[in-house]
């Protein structure tokens, strides 16, 4: 789905004057490692502060996420909970790139596409469905989450410098 941009200037604000816009948002479902990641439910609620400035704009991105994800441990399902907020500056004719916005061109604000990169940037390294997850075994690949580790082991690989004495004994 295709949000529709937000008109900055359709706003009418004076310099030093705000408004906050309260708004459902379907942005596209982040990608990040390589893996595919989902929105847990969309629309996502989402706030957007913003405030008049004498040449341009400062704009404020709030929205809880819930992201579905591949555990990096153990290929199980994890759920990540996100509280995004994050801050952009839109200053018009402005030289500096840190004063310029890549979400607003021509006064329009692309807010979906704004949440989608502030996903992307609030997710951990590594995904993971709990801090202490135990990962594979790397013998059998049985979840080490699902299984006691103090039960799970396996026979040690014999020592390949005398598979010739096996052979002779065997």
Not at 48 to 69: F, K, N
Not at 122 to 136: M, Q, T
């Amino acid at each position: 789905m295709v949000e529709r941009p937000i008109d900055l200037d359709a706003l009418a604000l004076r310099s030093g004057a705000a408004e906050r816009i309260e708004l459902d948002l379907e942005p596209e479902p982040p990608a990040a490692g390589g893996g595919g990641l989902t929105l847990g439910s969309t629309p996502v609620a989402a706030r957007i502060d913003v405030s008049r400035t004498s040449s341009g704009w400062a704009l404020r991105l709030r929205a809880g996420v819930v992201v579905l994800a591949e555990c990096a441990r153990c290929l199980g399902p994890a759920r990540l909970e996100l509280e995004i907020d994050v801050r952009e500056v839109e200053q018009g004719e402005a030289d500096d790139p840190d004063l310029r916005s890549p979400y607003v061109a021509d006064g329009l604000l692309e807010p979906a596409r704004w949440l989608r990169d502030a996903i992307v940037l609030a997710l951990p390294d590594r995904v993971l469905c709990r801090e202490d997850c135990a990962g594979l075994c790397a013998v059998c690949g049985v979840s080490l989450n699902e299984v006691d580790p103090a039960t799970h082991v396996h026979d040690p690989e014999p020592d390949p410098r005398f598979a010739k004495l096996r052979d002779l004994l065997g």
